[in-house]
């Protein structure tokens, strides 16, 4: 029936057998029954003509065999309970919430695959779908290229890239901790610079400043103490040169980065665990002729050896998170390679250990049927809406859900001198400049102030050194002084000859009237 209408499919007689001709017209012509063994197409509900997906399951009569592997590590996965023969695990759980979505009925029953002592073979299970030994394999599978091209993945229930994990350590505090925050070249470059600013401030507040003036034994303790206070900015020195306070400015904006960074560097490496290892990530680790360890099982081995080119000889077959733990902790291997669903499991536990660098591949887990499985595109469809509505979460976390460690990792906290080069550069230049102007100024004002005696003298090159120094020396105010006193002289002078002139004018002018 379809609808209220009958649909004829054909006819069944001993005679001719099933045919969609009468009986009564096959009568008629020589039995064969070979030709004759076929109807017309069924009409399904919903007026459609292919065969409902849920029939392909019920009509052969034996439930799906569903391959699960038996796991030696990260029974969080998958595991056999004890003493019996169910299966539970984050997988298990995933598989079945989804199951429970298909809209029709599929009888199943879990086919262990593996001894339970080791990790089994994942690319043999695999095969074992695409042989049709298993109807489908559920667990903790990842979708590889090579594995998509023997059976149908459904939609990745997890996301799972590898990483590489390496030990840290908590650096023991001692008196002398304030000194790491930076290098041995960071502390010499700065400590040159706290001389440089205060020479320069010296040089330019020198002729001006009363505070900067003095015997030489003062006036080098002066330095000393205004360059070091600039270090926490109590500097109580006035500032009169233009010059000198530009300098100033540029280099306190110098020392507010540099305390800044020092004081941050300082408080993560009192409080935050190091790296033990040079390793910052998949390339560093590739460089070194270290060993590495895997997971039992793992394509991660496979990986390493055809993609990265990295030798087997270094590569060390590890089967449980105890073993991860010995062996990195020992030193036997340098770093762990798996994926991240493991080393979250692992590091939930072992908070000597940490995930350097990122993701280096982009995959999933998900479950595996026969090509062209109609089952697989509903699991995947059932998956999906696990994850909209939060279900794949929650299911997440009940297996996850561990202590956590998360200490912050800094691939180095030493600050470098190529983090302040650029600040050091525009200070030097900066303070360059300024010389540069001031030198100017004074070699001018110099030659104005001495052309006379320059004019007239005719002695070394190193005797006018000596003047230009001395009068570099002297405080601007004395130079004005003196340079007043010396146009009184010279107004003095002249006033003086004029006199004597006009007196010689007169005494010859009476000699003329005689």
């Given at each position: ?45 919903g ?93 903790d ?113 110098v ?17 935050v ?92 887990w ?72 001031y030198f ?23 005797c ?30 002249k ?11 007169r ?5 003329d009237?005689?």
């Amino acid at each position: 029936m379809v609808g209220d209408q009958s649909w004829l499919l054909g006819y069944w007689s001993n005679y001719s057998g099933l045919s969609i001709q009468s009986p009564e017209t096959l009568y008629a012509k020589p039995s064969n029954r070979s030709s004759n063994q076929h109807l017309r197409r069924v009409v399904w509900p919903g007026n459609t003509t292919e065969k409902p997906r849920e029939w392909e399951f019920l009509n052969n009569g034996r439930p799906l065999r569903i391959g699960v592997p038996l796991r030696a590590s990260f029974k969080e996965i998958v595991t056999q309970v004890n003493g019996s023969n169910e299966i539970h695990g984050f997988s298990i759980d995933v598989f079945l919430a989804a199951l429970k979505l298909i809209p029709y009925p599929v009888p199943y029953e879990f086919v262990k695959f593996g001894d339970g002592h080791k990790n089994p073979s994942y690319t043999e299970f695999v095969n074992k779908v695409a042989y049709n030994v298993l109807d489908a394999a559920v667990g903790d599978i990842t979708i590889i290229t090579n594995r998509t091209k023997a059976v149908d993945f459904t939609q990745p229930y997890i996301e799972s890239g590898l990483v590489v994990v390496v030990p840290i350590k908590k650096l023991d505090s001692s008196s002398w901790a304030f000194f790491r925050p930076f290098t041995q070249l960071m502390w010499a470059i700065t400590a040159v610079f706290f001389i440089i600013i205060g020479v320069g401030v010296w040089i330019h507040e020198h002729r001006l400043n009363d505070e900067f003036r003095g015997p030489p034994k003062q006036q080098l303790v002066t330095v000393l103490w205004f360059t070091l206070s600039t270090m926490v900015f109590a500097h109580r020195e006035n500032m009169v040169s233009t010059l000198g306070r530009l300098v100033l400015i540029i280099w306190l904006f110098v020392v507010l980065i540099i305390n800044s960074s020092y004081t941050a560097s300082l408080t993560s490496i009192l409080t935050v665990q190091q790296l033990s290892s040079p390793i910052r990530g998949i390339d560093s680790l590739i460089s070194t002729n270290e060993r590495i360890g895997f997971q039992v099982g793992s394509f991660a081995e496979n990986y390493m050896i055809e993609e990265l080119n990295i030798p087997k000889s270094r590569l060390m077959a590890l089967g449980s998170p105890q073993e991860y733990a010995e062996k990195l902790g020992a030193g036997i291997v340098a770093a762990i390679v798996d994926e991240r669903p493991y080393i979250d499991l692992f590091l939930s536990n072992n908070c000597k250990f940490q995930v350097v660098g990122e993701e280096f591949t982009t995959s999933g887990w998900g479950f595996a049927f026969p090509k062209d499985s109609p089952l697989a595109v509903d699991m995947s469809t059932a998956i999906l809406t696990l994850s909209e509505n939060g279900e794949l979460h929650k299911i997440h976390d009940y297996w996850h859900k561990r202590k956590t460690c998360t200490p912050q990792i800094s691939d180095s906290n030493q600050l470098q001198l190529d983090s302040f080069w650029e600040l050091f550069l525009i200070f030097g230049g900066a303070c360059a400049l300024a010389l540069f102007i001031y030198f100017c100024k004074m070699v001018r004002v110099f030659g104005k102030d001495h052309s006379q005696q320059q004019g007239q003298s005719s002695k070394s090159g190193s005797c006018s050194v000596r003047k230009f120094l001395s009068f570099v020396d002297k405080k601007e105010e004395e130079v004005s002084k003196s340079k007043l006193k010396r146009k009184r002289e010279m107004s003095y002078v002249k006033g003086r000859e004029v006199d004597s002139r006009n007196r010689s004018n007169r005494i010859q002018a009476e000699f003329d009237e005689e």
